[in-house]
């Protein structure tokens, strides 16, 4: 007779035998898996033979979620990560080493930047940085010297420029270089670069697949060999997703479509009606045809998504009068969720820049960006009349020293 700890440890590790399939993936949250014997070991650690051995590898609850993403990004192959930038990172290192160049659009997210400029720059990748929606710009930056990489996102943040996926895939291409799309905000259901081209598409899952703001996520999506490397570069830096969180992405991904189709007519309508009130300069919204890119969004896009932006005549004053009124969004910086956010990008996600530095990036002291959740749309509609009513009495207002 075995002592009570040993039974104990053995008892509570004897998982049982399921003959009717679960309707839902199972959240297998172990580390370990026990091979037959070590021969058995040896060979799944070795990938000789298929199996799992360590859940930085592999995991059967996260090669679900991979699985599912590979067919609905339309690849052959996909690997999930613990974060959106982990996945960007591992894609970028997986086909740029030190002496390697990247041509990044820029109008990239901030932490996305940073890693190019501050982590990469320190190991040896040099990134120019191009206006990706001037294609003889891009096609200059790739010409002036060998480049591994043409990096851009579907719709970027706050400004709302649409990538025509098509165009900088087959300028990559003719340079030599792979194009890598970071798609987050606008989801494999809105948009799926790899159809127009694309070598990789990135998703932060955090936003749109998740979809409920309660776990982080990232995703890369491609070709198998090019998903090989990437794989090869999560093994051995860690940034693995965690058998829970992957659940929970399962779960926000089943639901992809109809939040999305509710995100679109949403963030459609309160976009219409922005355009049609005082005190309100410019709206950006993919499916307004007063979008620069809406021939784009017409070949590329298969829906909206809850996301644009809109520029406050007033500036400053108006947009955090705005801001302040609004009773529904939550005071937060992320996207794609569940719940509206309203984030005014002058005084948060880029309060480095100056004014000046604004303007040139093409956002407005006035410019708010929305990511419109799954409230019910008059609703919100009040509230941004609330919010538009506060900021025309700031604007109206003697400025205070
Ligand atoms: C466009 C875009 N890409 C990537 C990321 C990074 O994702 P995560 O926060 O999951 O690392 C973000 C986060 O806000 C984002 O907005």
């Not at 052959?76 to 041509?103: K, N, Q, Y």
């Not at 982590?119 to 294609?135: E, K, Q, W």
């Not at 639901?255 to 459609?268: I, M, N, Q």
Request: proline content about 5%; glycine content about 8%.
């Amino acid at each position: 007779m075995t002592g009570f700890s040993t039974r104990a440890i053995r008892a509570s590790a004897r998982a049982p035998r399921v003959d009717q399939h679960p309707t839902s993936v199972p959240i297998y949250q172990t580390a370990t898996f026990a091979a037959e014997d070590a021969d058995e070991l040896d060979a799944v650690l070795l990938g000789a033979q298929p199996g799992y051995a360590y859940s930085r590898l592999d995991n059967p609850t996260t090669t679900a979620l991979a699985d599912a993403i590979a067919e609905l990004e339309g690849a052959e192959a996909a690997h999930v990560f613990g974060s959106g930038m982990a996945a960007i990172h591992a894609s970028l290192v997986s086909l740029a080493g030190t002496g390697d160049r990247i041509v990044a659009s820029n109008a990239v997210y901030g932490s996305t930047q940073s890693l190019l400029v501050n982590v990469l720059g320190r190991l040896g990748i040099r990134t120019d940085f191009v206006d990706a929606t001037d294609h003889d710009a891009v096609a200059a930056a790739l010409a002036a010297g060998p480049a591994r990489i043409l990096y851009a996102e579907t719709l970027s943040n706050p400004t709302m420029i649409v990538a025509d996926h098509a165009a900088l895939a087959g300028l990559a291409h003719r340079h030599g270089a792979a194009y890598v799309v970071d798609n987050t905000f606008a989801s494999p259901y809105v948009c799926r670069p790899l159809e127009h081209g694309a070598d990789l598409v990135v998703e932060s899952a955090t936003k749109y697949i998740g979809g409920h703001s309660d776990v982080l996520a990232g995703t890369v999506a491609g070709h198998p060999d090019l998903i090989d490397e990437v794989r090869r570069v999560q093994i051995d830096t860690g940034a693995a997703l965690a058998p829970l969180a992957a659940f929970l992405v399962l779960r926000g991904l089943a639901t992809l479509g109809v939040r999305l189709d509710r995100h679109a007519a949403t963030s459609t309508a309160l976009a219409r009606w922005l355009e049609r009130q005082d005190g309100v300069r410019q709206v950006r919204h993919p499916m307004l045809p007063s979008h620069p890119g809406s021939d784009i969004v017409a070949r590329q896009f298969h829906a909206a998504s809850g996301m644009f932006a809109f520029e406050l005549e007033g500036g400053r004053r108006a947009a955090r009068a705005f801001m302040d009124a609004l009773l529904i969004p939550t005071r937060t910086a992320s996207l794609g969720s569940i719940h509206t956010m309203v984030v005014h990008p002058p005084s948060t996600t880029h309060r480095q820049l100056d004014d000046a530095q604004l303007e040139a990036a093409g956002i407005g002291p006035g410019l708010l960006r929305c990511s419109i959740g799954l409230e019910d749309v008059e609703d919100l509609l009040a509230d941004f009349a609330g919010g538009l009513e506060a900021a025309r009495g700031a604007t109206r207002a003697p400025a205070t020293a």
